[in-house]
Antibody, heavy 120, light 111 residues
């Protein structure tokens, strides 16, 4: 069955960096675009970034552009999100999700999430 | 605030029908982009509930349906059950933001 497992979360100081990973199984990873979505405590969902199936195209939300970098390693079936210059407001559960690169697409499978806590 | 607006909460007794609205604008729902819906049970990840014009993934009961008109969409749940108590999110694409957008979420309480 399709599985997405995030890792790499934890407690980090303001201004520091963190790299999140999402390892998948149960489907052909290299055929799908992948996304990152986050959810601050008690808040709603916020889309962060997308990467195309071959990694050649990427796009991120304005709120994280220039600070968060999405990447992937198809040989390892792993998606990454590099979080730089972290702020308190980046505290959230970060989910990876399978989707598409075109606007019509939705997120059909999600990981369980990894919690990032940014504190001073 | 979110590009898509949902009511913070809705409620109903078991067996009743409830609807959750999702109001957008000309840059998202009104531009013709599909609206999709997710269910998030307490303490769990979101799960795709409805996609692309009211299609349901395998395992989602037909008590759940969706519709879209103009710049708005709605999710309908009939025959409410206790297990339906969750947060529900609508999602679309916004061409002015050039990204995927979610509604703020609606908490469904089964009385």
């Amino acid at each position: 069955q399709v599985q997405l497992v995030e890792s790499g979360g934890g407690v980090v100081q303001t201004g520091r960096s963190l790299r999140l990973s999402c390892t998948v199984s149960g489907f052909s990873f290299s055929y799908y675009a992948m996304h990152w979505v986050r959810q601050a405590p008690g808040k709603g969902l916020e889309w962060l970034a997308v990467i195309s199936d071959d990694g050649s195209n990427k796009y991120s939300a304005d709120s994280v552009k220039g600070r968060f970098i999405i990447s992937r390693d198809n040989s390892k079936k792993t998606l990454f999100l590099q979080l730089n210059s972290l702020r308190a407001e980046d505290t959230a559960v970060y989910y990876c999700a399978r989707g598409g690169y075109e606007p019509k697409y939705y997120f059909d499978y999600w990981g369980q999430g990894t919690l990032v806590t940014v504190s001073s | 605030q979110s590009a898509l607006t949902q009511p913070p909460s809705v409620s109903g007794p078991p067996g009743q029908r409830v609807t959750i609205s999702c109001t957008g604008s000309s840059s998202n729902i009104g531009a013709g982009y599909d609206v999709h819906w997710y269910q998030q049970l307490p303490g769990t990840a979101p799960k795709l509930l409805i996609f692309s014009k009211s299609l349901r993934p395998s395992g989602v009961p037909d008590r759940f349906s969706a519709s879209k008109s103009g710049t708005s969409a709605s999710l309908a749940i009939t025959g409410l059950q206790a297990e339906d108590e969750a947060d529900y999110y609508c999602q679309s694409y916004d061409n002015s933001l050039s990204g995927w957008v979610f509604g703020g979420g609606t908490k469904l309480t089964v009385l």
